[in-house]
């Protein structure tokens, strides 16, 4: 489900010249995307271009919750989907340099329960394998069966999909990845995972994030998402952010729509760290900002070696079947939870119901670019993101 619509956007073209216009102004920029926007096919949506110090332009478009008529806005927040994972791999980073851990160290290390790929019972899966997704666990159906969690138990007046459980059915991220990994766990299948050697062929894995991020609170005796607020949300003032309802201001939070007129149940993931952070585009230019600067050896959160690491592409042609070398494909390469493209561009994409997002920083121009979205994209949906997206694209350079 996380890839689908990813997908669809990556396979269109993206190729073309900038506009270069002295007299640019943000307030074009604004007037441009409002033009666009009145097609009418996303309900709202916020955008953020930066550069390693500054966050040059954000702003929000449409709504947040139609039948309030309140806007979306620059500091509305939603969930992003799995641009998510870039924070696994910053945190895995900060407590490898406390100490903490290692990415080369076997992932049973740091795990209550055992895991190992029943293909290749004597391989050793290592931390570094679950963030670059070549461990060889694959993302099974009960993951999408029972990794999303509504919010309440009474939701009328909005659609609930098939697959979201009620709240009664939560469960911890170390309960539900031992049903599915533990040879003794109530989903586990020999299919479960892939027949790939571990460390062999990239195969992107949901699941593997959730499990990284399960490691990094064993191995710092901390939660996930304590650790995060204490060593990236803090030192960046981003503020009304969090990986939960109880973590943040749910009256800044935006709906999410099935489509143009249905609005979707709020709902959580069991495995919350793979793509279920709450988030405006002003804090998450905040946060893009330092990874341009670190991409520079500048940053403040992670020490420039670290910054080395998860920039560095760890794969080689061997582990790909295929591979699209598209300007905004995040899977041509990995750093650590980081996608790397094949035309200088680093970030990463998300997608979960109601929810479609990029998040990029260009390496030549050290230029990013975010986009949230708060509704699901059709066809013409689709065209309007992508128009929206190659607008900002368009501006980067002007607004530097």
């Not at 998510?84 to 407590?95: D, E, N, P, Q, R």
């Not at 007046?157 to 991220?173: A, C, E, H, I």
Request: aromatic letters at 12%.
């Amino acid at each position: 489900m996380k890839k689908t619509i990813i997908t669809l956007i990556l396979s269109a073209s993206l190729h073309f010249s900038f506009c270069q216009i002295n007299s640019t102004t943000s307030d074009k920029l604004t007037q441009e995307l409002e033009n666009i926007h009145v097609r009418g096919h996303i309900n709202g949506f916020s955008v953020a271009i930066v550069d390693q110090t500054n966050i040059l332009f954000t702003k929000g478009f449409g709504h947040a919750d139609i039948q309030k008529n309140l806007e979306y806005t620059e500091n509305t927040i939603q969930n992003i989907g799995s641009i998510s994972k870039t924070f696994i791999g910053v945190a895995l980073l900060k407590a490898q340099e406390l100490d903490k851990l290692k990415l080369d160290d076997p992932i049973n290390k740091y795990l209550p329960f055992e895991v190992i790929n029943p293909y290749f019972p004597n391989e050793v899966i290592t931390i570094r394998q679950l963030t670059t997704h070549t461990s060889g666990i694959k993302d099974t159906s009960s993951y999408e069966k029972y990794g999303y969690v509504l919010k309440e138990k009474d939701n009328e007046g909005t659609k609930v999909n098939r697959n979201f459980r009620l709240p009664s059915d939560m469960m911890t991220q170390s309960t539900f990845l031992k049903k599915i990994l533990s040879a003794d766990g109530k989903w586990y299948k020999k299919s479960n995972f892939f027949k790939n050697r571990p460390g062999e062929k990239f195969e992107y894995s949901n699941i593997a994030a959730g499990l990284a991020a399960l490691i990094l609170e064993n191995a710092t005796d901390e939660s996930f998402s304590k650790f995060t607020n204490e060593h990236i949300f803090k030192p960046l003032n981003m503020l009304n952010t969090g990986w939960s309802f109880k973590e943040i201001n749910i009256s800044k939070h935006s709906k999410l729509y099935a489509n143009k007129k249905t609005e979707l149940a709020f709902y959580q993931l069991v495995t919350y760290p793979d793509g279920g952070l709450i988030i405006s585009s002003s804090n998450l230019g905040k946060y893009l900002c330092e990874l341009i600067a670190g991409f520079d050896g500048n940053g403040k959160i992670l020490n420039k070696k670290s910054y080395g690491e998860l920039f560095k592409p760890q794969l080689t042609e061997d582990h790909f079947e295929e591979r699209n070398d598209r300007a905004y494909n995040d899977e041509y390469n990995m750093g650590v939870f980081m996608g790397i493209s094949a035309q200088d561009q680093i970030g990463h994409t998300g997608g979960d119901p109601g929810v479609t997002t990029y998040m990029f920083f260009n390496t030549k121009t050290r230029i990013g670019k975010i986009l949230i979205v708060n509704t699901n994209l059709n066809k013409e949906g689709v065209k309007e993101f992508i128009d929206i997206w190659k607008k900002l694209e368009e501006y980067e350079n002007q607004l530097n």
